[in-house]
């Protein structure tokens, strides 16, 4: 350990043979990790109230196949999904479909990253978009349909507005989480924050690793606490008055 | 597309060596990590300042970054201290007990907090001391609380140990991507893999609701 030359400024040397400098490398895999992940969220969040709400419907068919969707996605490491659908998938589709998915398709890695982590995302936050159902009284339900709405309606505007609410911290914890995840999808060659910290220590610096590490490790702290200041400020703006949580106003 | 048996069975002895470090290593951590969290949920709920600081900033540190980075930042520091090179496999029991602390220790300091403030004043009353209260009052009842949560964050951990392929290890995962790659089998070994976790976490997953509601009705 003696023997470590620290030099902090390494990010800031030009790669050799390139002209870029490797502090753009680490920019750039950042700008891959939060594109990655916000876009896999916004499958997720879809996805993810679709299948929750589909769990607690009183159709044993609709319900079924969505806790078969859950328990699927929750029980396969995401980097074994992350091969299903890189490796695995375009063998099933039918042969013209999966060529151009393997030759054709536009940014594979990115596209496919999206997929897997917005797919596997999606049947947590269904766990708990139906937590936050069940927690409502059934009365809710009830009198919403004795007004007249259809069920479709009584999930719109009265249970899921309050659902939402209810599981505002368990979401923050996932969408912090979604950002570490997109982690995996180095697997599958997505060149983003850590993929190019890999890239920095294993082939270019290799005599300054630690420094380079650490501050990789810096930029995941400072996303996941946007990431949590950013729900905790969604969470002070959609509070509902009168509950413990909600204040006074 | 053709899904081809034969390719798995003769690889299935090398698959369940991998499977077995998998176990092994989900084993370990989980001791360690239990252990380790319990101290440092203590040290979480410490009126001590600088304990309880110390503590929250390692909790905090390791549950905001990526699993597969503290993966590289083992693998390489391991080395770099100690001075001799001592692999993927062994240096990712020490990634997985340190960084799995952080997550037990959570899940410990929610059970230590459900148990009443009564329970703590009871047994200081009764002449213990902090350790013995601790010990026999206070830990049982909150590890009691949390069983079900501890059991759901071991197989997440269990998932978890896949991620050791980023560092060659031959785990369940690494032992069929080699296989993948030397047959060029990969859609076999693949869904295979997928397969075995998918069976082993669904049924844990399964055990352990039960229990849950087992002991939901003893409450």
């Not at chain 1, 969707?69 to 099933?92: A, D, H, K, S």
């Not at chain 1, 479709?152 to 923050?172: D, G, H, K, M, S």
């Not at chain 2, 034969?6 to 698959?15: D, E, K, N, W």
């Not at chain 2, 960084?99 to 899940?107: L, P």
């Amino acid at each position: 350990m003696s023997a470590y030359q620290w030099h902090w400024g390494v990010i800031f040397e030009p790669v050799p043979d390139t002209g870029e400098f490797y502090y753009q490398w680490l920019l750039s895999g950042l700008g891959w990790t939060l594109t990655t992940a916000l876009a896999a969220w916004c499958i997720a969040l879809l996805v993810g109230t679709l299948v929750g709400v589909a769990r607690t419907v009183p159709n044993r068919l609709v319900s079924g196949l969505a806790t078969a969707y859950v328990e699927l996605f929750r029980n396969i490491p995401l980097i074994v999904q992350m091969f299903l659908w890189f490796f695995v998938l375009p063998e099933f589709l039918p042969a013209a479909v999966g060529n151009w998915v393997k030759q054709d398709m536009p940014l594979p890695a990115f596209s496919t990253a999206v997929m897997a982590l917005g797919i596997y995302t999606a049947a947590r936050i269904a766990e708990q978009v139906r937590t936050g159902i069940l927690t409502l009284s059934r009365g809710q339900k009830n009198a919403g349909l004795a007004m007249g709405l259809t069920l479709w309606q009584t999930y719109r505007y009265v249970l899921l507005p309050v659902a939402f609410r209810v599981i505002t911290p368990p979401l923050t914890s996932e969408f912090m989480n979604i950002f570490k995840n997109s982690a995996v999808a180095l697997v599958i060659g997505l060149t983003e924050l850590t993929f190019q910290m890999r890239q920095i220590t294993g082939e270019y610096a290799p005599a300054n690793p630690i420094e380079v590490m650490t501050i990789t490790s810096v930029l995941y702290l400072l996303v996941a606490f946007s990431a949590n200041r950013l729900m905790a400020w969604l969470e002070r703006k959609t509070r509902i008055p009168g509950t413990i949580g909600g204040g006074q106003s | 597309m053709n899904f081809d048996m034969g390719a798995i069975t003769p690889s299935l002895g090398f698959l369940m060596q991998g499977l077995r470090y998998s176990v092994q290593l989900t084993l370990v951590a989980t001791a360690v990590g239990i252990g380790f969290g319990t101290l440092l949920a203590l040290a979480r709920l410490s009126p001590l300042r600088w304990l309880n600081l110390a503590a929250a900033g390692y909790v905090n540190l390791f549950r905001s970054v990526p699993l597969v980075l503290v993966i590289f930042w083992f693998y390489l520091l391991v080395p770099l201290l100690m001075g001799v090179q001592v692999g993927a496999e062994r240096s990712a029991y020490l990634t997985f007990a340190i960084f799995e602390s952080a997550y037990f220790c959570e899940i410990i300091r929610a059970g230590i907090q459900s148990i009443g403030r009564g329970q703590v004043s009871a047994g200081l009353a009764m002449g213990f001391t902090y350790g013995q209260n601790m010990r026999y009052v206070i830990l049982p009842q909150a590890f009691r609380n949390v069983v079900p949560l501890l059991l759901m964050q071991v197989i997440i951990l269990f998932q978890d140990t896949s991620l050791v392929y980023v560092v060659g290890a031959t785990d369940l995962l690494g032992a069929a991507s080699k296989v993948a790659n030397r047959d060029n089998s990969l859609v076999e070994m693949y869904v295979a893999v997928a397969v075995i976790y998918f069976v082993i976490s669904f049924v844990l997953s399964r055990l352990v609701k039960r229990l849950h509601s087992r002991i939901a009705i003893v409450r």
